[in-house]
Structure formats: C-alpha cells, structure tokens
C-alpha cells in the first residue's frame, strides 16, 4: 500500500535556506542610500527584542529609515526581491512591514554581531524573512562576515556591494567582528501571521 502525504508539499519548498542577489541594489542606488541616511541620526545598535545595549554582544551603530516619500522607492524595490524569493524558496504568507528599514555600521574595533535570530516575543513575532543590503564594497573592510548556521556548520555570505541576501528570521546567524575599516548594510525584516 502505498501512502501518500496528507497535505501535498511543493517539492521546491525550503524553508531553511537562503536567497540572493548578487546586484540586489546597484551602485546608484546605494549611494541614494548613503544620500537618505545622512538625512537620520544615529543611535546604539541594541539586543534583538530587547532595548539593552550590550556590546559584547552587538556593537554597532543604526539609523531608522522610516518609510516616506524619500524612501518609498527602495521599500519597493526590497519587497520586490522579497516576493521572487519567497515564490522561489519559501511559501511564507507575507502582508507585513512594522518595522522600518535599519541602516548600520560595523566600524574597525570589534563592531560585530554575535548569534542570534531576528524572531522573538512580542513585537518581533511577526518576523519571518530577514533581508541584509551590503552597503560597502570588500576592499573597504576586513572581517564583519555575514554568517549563517546550518546543520551543525556555517555558511558564509559572498561579499558584494550592492548584494542582498533574503533568509528565515528563524535562522541563527552573525556579523563577525570587523577588524579593519567600516562595513554597512541595510536589514529589514518582512512578516505575517504567527507559525501555525
């Protein structure tokens, strides 16, 4: 007797891996982007779901680019590459942005971000896909490697201005720690309905 699934699953679905663009932004547009964050102050990068700033833990710097008419077009361009990503990997049910887009830098003397998930209680529960925009070019910067933790081993995330790199915010990942230059990226995260 042959038994067959209850609900079929598309067998293109992933849902613990990762998408890409290698040209997500081009160069244009990322200076259109450095342009629109001189416009916003910085403040200290805090804990994920927390508001303590505990830099053995995360030490960077971020600025909130809220959604106006400025920003609209680079809102719409990352929730483009969020629905072929999602069409292409996951399946999430997708209808949400509550928070804005986090511009940040990882400056040379240990500006990192150890592990961690972009989900959590309360406010971030509704997180389900992460999106990071690499800002600088690899010759600006050593070290501040974007890494994913997969099945016991990691994953590290090419280095490309302008890439952007589409993943669960369930997945533990990291920015390890910059040991010359400055590296800066955009992160923003895509929601729904709470896992059911």
Same mark, same amino acid.
């Given at each position: 007797?042959?038994?067959?699934?209850?609900?079929?699953? &598309?067998?293109?679905?992933?849902?613990?891996?990762?998408?890409?663009?290698?040209?997500?932004?081009?160069?244009?547009?990322?200076?259109?982007?450095?342009?629109?964050?001189?416009?916003?102050?910085?403040?200290?990068?805090?804990?994920?779901?927390?508001?303590?700033?505990?830099?053995?833990?995360?030490?960077?710097?971020?600025? /909130?680019?809220?959604?106006?008419?400025?920003?609209? /077009?680079?809102?719409?361009?990352?929730?483009?590459?969020?629905?072929?990503?999602?069409?292409?990997? /996951?399946?999430?049910?997708?209808?949400?942005?509550?928070?804005?887009?986090?511009?940040?830098?990882?400056?040379?003397?240990?500006?990192?971000?150890?592990?961690?998930?972009?989900?959590?209680?309360?406010?971030?529960?509704?997180?389900?896909?992460?999106?990071?925009?690499?800002?600088?070019? &690899?010759?600006? *910067?050593?070290?501040?490697?974007?890494?994913?933790?997969?099945?016991?081993?990691?994953?590290?995330?090419?280095?490309?201005?302008?890439?952007?790199?589409?993943?669960?915010?369930?997945?533990?990942?990291?920015?390890?720690?910059?040991?010359?230059?400055?590296?800066?990226?955009?992160?923003? /995260?895509?929601?729904?309905?709470? *896992?059911?």
């Amino acid at each position: 007797m042959e038994i067959k699934p209850i609900i079929p699953v &598309p067998s293109h679905i992933n849902q613990t891996n990762y998408y890409w663009f290698k040209e997500g932004l081009d160069l244009i547009d990322v200076q259109k982007v450095e342009d629109l964050a001189d416009t916003y102050p910085y403040t200290k990068g805090t804990i994920v779901g927390n508001d303590e700033i505990v830099e053995s833990i995360r030490k960077s710097k971020i600025k /909130w680019l809220h959604p106006n008419d400025d920003s609209s /077009w680079l809102y719409d361009k990352i929730l483009n590459m969020t629905v072929e990503a999602n069409k292409a990997m /996951w399946n999430f049910n997708l209808y949400s942005v509550i928070d804005s887009i986090q511009y940040t830098v990882y400056s040379e003397g240990g500006g990192h971000y150890d592990w961690h998930m972009d989900i959590g209680p309360g406010s971030i529960s509704h997180r389900k896909v992460s999106i990071v925009v690499q800002l600088s070019d &690899p010759s600006e *910067y050593e070290g501040g490697d974007l890494e994913l933790w997969y099945g016991g081993g990691t994953i590290q995330i090419p280095k490309h201005k302008g890439l952007t790199v589409l993943f669960p915010s369930f997945s533990m990942h990291r920015v390890t720690p910059i040991t010359k230059g400055t590296r800066k990226s955009l992160v923003l /995260w895509v929601g729904g309905e709470h *896992y059911k």
